[in-house]
T-cell receptor
């Protein structure tokens, strides 16, 4: 069965500092990997996705993520955070070519310090 | 604009009552999903549908029911059998052969 682990429940970063959110997955085949962001009381917005090819993927809002097969990781990064980046971030894994639901991590709550 | 709509945004019900949450999409997606979100739990899949008139149980289907009579619509009924129905409910959709899911704004259900 596929699973996703986000080891950090909360992360606090100063505005302007760099950010890395960790995501580890367990999946038998080549996974589809996603990062979503959720503001309080809102739905989820897709930040970026990895299906195949280049292991460094660029997303919206200045985010990027790197797929490392050997480490089963798909960490999210941003070189300089803004106060508006404060939100909940979810990593998710899906089955290649499938249409059943994604498996989500429990989320990382990002707090931005002024 | 294409997207997913969920209504209402907030819903209040008395214990013992069934309640139906609406989800409509105009993205022409074949697959639709319902998730439940609780604090600290991430998202858990309730039901999903890959095609009209067909749907499958997810990880936590007990106490819920769905229908898929139209491609655009995938309503979720929270029945009185659901022991702990208060939660934030999210609907999503995707094209059949891909996994990129698009989410609606959610419905917060409170049962007292």
């Amino acid at each position: 069965a596929q699973s996703v682990t986000q080891p950090d429940i909360h992360i606090t970063v100063s505005e302007g500092a760099s950010l890395e959110l960790r995501c580890n997955y367990s999946y038998g085949a080549t996974p589809y990997l996603f990062w979503y962001v959720q503001s309080p009381g809102q739905g989820l917005q897709l930040l970026l996705k990895y299906f195949s090819g280049d292991t460094l993927v660029q997303g919206i809002k200045g985010f990027e993520a790197e797929f490392k097969r050997s480490q089963s990781s798909f960490n999210l990064r941003k070189p300089s955070v803004h106060w508006s980046d404060a939100a909940e971030y979810f990593c998710a894994v899906g089955a290649k070519g499938g249409a059943d639901g994604l498996t989500f991590g429990k989320g990382t709550h990002l707090i931005i310090q002024p | 604009d294409g997207g997913i709509t969920q209504s209402p945004k907030y819903l209040f019900r008395k214990e013992g009552q069934n309640v139906t949450l609406s989800c409509e999409q105009n993205l022409n997606h074949d697959a639709m999903y319902w998730y439940r979100q609780d604090p600290g739990q991430g998202l858990r899949l309730i039901y999903y549908s890959q095609i009209v008139n067909d749907f499958q149980k997810g990880d936590i289907a007990e106490g819920y029911s769905v229908s898929r009579e139209k491609k655009e619509s995938f309503p979720l009924t929270v029945t009185s059998a659901q022991k702990n129905p208060t939660a934030f409910y999210l609907c999503a959709s995707s094209i059949l052969t891909g996994n990129e899911q698009y989410f609606g704004p959610g419905t917060r259900l409170t049962v007292t």
